[in-house]
């Protein structure tokens, strides 16, 4: 029987009969709702946002992660010991970047969207904590928030505690820093990394600009500091130098070649007046 013949399986598939109807009406039913469970249902849940909050001691770190969580005047706190993850959620009046662009009536972005806060001490014995989680490649970060107390990093007061406040802030920020810049080569898509300027509500807080400019200016000295121990120990490599290229100037922007992209934004999280809508945002667009 040729293909052709009245009795062939083409000749009824394409004919006017109940066959060809039947065969027709249940592919227009079946693959729409095949293609959707495909596409849709067999994919697996995304994880959770996770975003690792770092900094020196009493910068405000549990403060800021305790205002996230409850999104409501911060509760007394304490210094911690050990690492805390904790779960919030996106306020509603800020809009995820996969949402921006959705209508208000979306499902989609009406719905929460959650973030896992990883809150790490900040005494200089306890920070292998935050590099811990740096280096913890089955949970990649989406961002790193790093807090320090912007009332605290004058450099025209000659007290210990502004002096040792400012030098701790960029010398551990610095470790940071180099820690990210060598893990480069293993990231797909760039860092991002907040220095969230806290209480900018105190009288002698820094302007957002000066504390970006202190920081820079010490993490360069701190750098320099560095460097000229790794070659009196005889050991200097590039990848042992933020920025690796000690004859540019240091600043932020320069380790955007390796992956890093630094951004200073200031609030603050305790008093009548808070102040954390930048930072909201900040996170926001990387969600």
């Known amino acids: 029987m040729a293909w052709y013949d009245e009795d062939s399986f083409l000749t009824r598939s394409f004919g006017p009969s109940k066959f060809a109807i039947i065969i027709t009406t249940l592919i227009l039913i079946c693959l729409p709702i095949l293609t959707h469970f495909f596409f849709y249902r067999a994919k697996s849940p995304s994880s959770i946002p996770r975003f690792l909050v770092c900094g020196p001691s009493n910068s405000g770190k549990t403060a800021i992660v305790t205002n996230f969580e409850r999104q409501t005047s911060t509760a007394q706190t304490h210094t911690s010991i050990e690492p805390t993850t904790i779960l919030a959620v996106l306020p509603p009046s800020t809009r995820s970047s996969s949402a921006r662009y ?16 990883v809150d790490t001490p900040g005494h200089a014995k306890l920070r292998r904590h935050a590099f811990t989680a740096l280096e913890n490649s089955t949970s990649p970060l989406s961002g790193i928030i790093f807090v320090v107390d912007a009332a605290n990093l004058s450099s025209e007061r000659r007290d210990d505690e502004s002096i040792s406040g400012l030098s701790d802030s ?41 504390v970006k400019g202190v920081l820079e200016g010490e993490i360069a000295r701190t750098r320099e500091t560095r460097a000229r121990g790794l070659a009196t120990d005889g ?5 042992d130098i933020l920025g690796e290229d000690l004859g540019v100037k240091f600043r932020f922007d320069v380790l955007e070649e390796f992956g890093v992209e630094v951004e200073v934004i200031g609030g603050n999280v305790e008093g009548d007046e808070l102040e954390t809508e930048k930072w909201w945002d900040w996170v926001a667009r990387l969600l």
Do not use: C, G
């Open 170 to 210: 960029a010398s551990y920020l610095h470790d940071i820093l180099l820690a990210l810049q060598k893990t480069s080569a293993t990231r797909k898509k760039p860092l991002k990394l907040l220095v969230a300027a806290n209480k900018m509500d105190v009288f002698t807080a820094l302007p957002v600009s000066m």
């Open 102 to 117: 959705r209508s208000l009536n979306d499902p989609q972005a009406q719905a929460l969207q959650p973030l896992l806060l």
């Open 235 to 239: 050991a200097e490599e590039e990848t």
